[in-house]
């Protein structure tokens, strides 16, 4: 099977994600006693109390995990979630840091950040580390809970853990990871709001949609809707732009349109013609 420029790049970046992830873990986690819950948390304990090396933790839970979820769902274990597994447990092992901080609410801050974004680039390139969310899976199958509730609960189980093995303090610093390195994957995953979408409910649609068209160069769709109350036809436009046209797009709706009404939200990625390429591949 031919390889293709695309796929290289992904496990490339598969490799790049997981040692960002190991950097996290090593460099604020492991040496200030936090982690974001999962595997990696499991191993942070595991390592105080008995002196057992994370790498070896992650090893020796996650693989099983991947054997578990091929034997309940077949196919759905893919190479790249091996890929990256085997890499997170390889990095972890090799890149000893001197700890950065033992502040530890700067160990949580970056350590959060280092650990969303290198996630972020696995999960990116249609990868996984494997972890917590087989078991999630498997318990949402066996109990009445959502695969999310059901990752929730492990990693309140992990952070309590942290409570009980070193003190309160530390399972409160965690969460702070914990949605430090949530809100990092999402980061990565969909990118800044760069974006703005325009909903635009006008009685000159032709006239909005044309000088959208024609002065800021951007695609206008237009939608047909009725007001609730007075039952009359209300034309809509929909059109997505950058950041920097918003003031332009709203004066120029208004020079048309004195009485439209505008709604303007926040849009994390927009993927086609005039933004991002579709991840086609090659």
Same mark, same amino acid.
């Given at each position: 099977?031919?390889?293709? $420029?695309?796929?290289?790049?992904? +496990?490339?970046?598969?490799?790049?994600?997981?040692?960002?992830? !190991?950097?996290?873990?090593?460099?604020? +986690?492991?040496?200030?006693?936090? *982690?974001?819950?999962?595997?990696?948390?499991?191993?942070?304990?595991?390592?105080?109390?008995?002196?057992?090396?994370?790498?070896?933790?992650?090893?020796?839970?996650?693989?099983?995990?991947?054997?578990?979820?091929?034997?309940?769902?077949? #196919?759905?274990?893919?190479?790249?979630?091996?890929?990256?597994?085997?890499?997170?447990?390889?990095?972890?092992?090799?890149?000893?840091?001197? /700890?950065?901080?033992?502040?530890?609410?700067?160990?949580?801050?970056? #350590?959060?950040?280092?650990?969303?974004?290198?996630?972020?680039?696995?999960?990116? !390139?249609?990868?996984?580390?494997?972890?917590?969310?087989?078991?999630?899976?498997?318990?949402?199958?066996?109990? /009445?809970?959502? =695969?999310?509730? !059901?990752?929730?609960?492990?990693?309140?189980?992990?952070? %309590?853990?942290?409570?009980?093995?070193?003190?309160?303090?530390?399972?409160? @610093?965690?969460?702070?990871?914990?949605?430090?390195?949530?809100?990092?994957?999402?980061?990565?995953?969909?990118?800044?709001?760069?974006?703005?979408?325009?909903?635009?409910?006008?009685?000159?649609?032709?006239?909005?949609?044309?000088?959208? =068209?024609?002065?800021?160069?951007?695609?206008?769709? $237009?939608?047909?809707?009725?007001? *609730? @109350?007075?039952?009359? %036809?209300? /034309?809509?436009? +929909?059109?997505?732009?950058?950041?920097?046209?918003?003031?332009?797009?709203? !004066?120029?709706? +208004?020079?048309?349109?004195?009485? %439209?009404?505008?709604?303007?939200?926040?849009?994390?990625?927009?993927?086609?013609?005039?933004?991002?390429?579709? /991840?086609?591949?090659?």
């Amino acid at each position: 099977m031919r390889i293709t $420029r695309k796929q290289v790049v992904e +496990y490339l970046q598969i490799a790049l994600g997981t040692a960002i992830t !190991a950097t996290g873990i090593n460099g604020f +986690y492991s040496p200030n006693h936090i *982690a974001d819950g999962g595997v990696s948390g499991i191993g942070i304990i595991l390592q105080f109390l008995f002196h057992i090396p994370i790498w070896v933790t992650l090893a020796v839970v996650n693989l099983p995990l991947l054997w578990l979820s091929h034997r309940l769902w077949g #196919g759905r274990v893919g190479v790249r979630t091996v890929v990256g597994t085997l890499l997170l447990s390889v990095w972890v092992g090799i890149l000893h840091w001197h /700890p950065l901080t033992h502040n530890i609410l700067l160990a949580a801050i970056y #350590g959060g950040v280092l650990s969303g974004v290198g996630l972020g680039l696995v999960f990116r !390139a249609r990868g996984t580390t494997g972890g917590t969310d087989v078991v999630a899976r498997f318990a949402s199958h066996i109990l /009445p809970v959502s =695969m999310g509730q !059901a990752m929730m609960a492990i990693d309140f189980f992990v952070i %309590a853990g942290f409570g009980v093995t070193f003190d309160p303090t530390k399972a409160m @610093y965690s969460l702070i990871a914990l949605f430090i390195s949530a809100k990092a994957i999402d980061l990565v995953q969909e990118g800044t709001a760069f974006a703005r979408a325009f909903t635009i409910v006008t009685q000159q649609p032709d006239a909005v949609a044309e000088r959208i =068209m024609e002065e800021i160069g951007r695609g206008v769709t $237009r939608m047909g809707g009725h007001g *609730a @109350y007075t039952g009359e %036809a209300r /034309p809509m436009l +929909y059109v997505v732009v950058l950041r920097s046209e918003v003031t332009r797009v709203k !004066a120029l709706i +208004y020079e048309v349109d004195p009485e %439209a009404f505008v709604v303007v939200a926040s849009v994390h990625e927009v993927v086609g013609e005039g933004f991002r390429k579709p /991840p086609v591949e090659e």
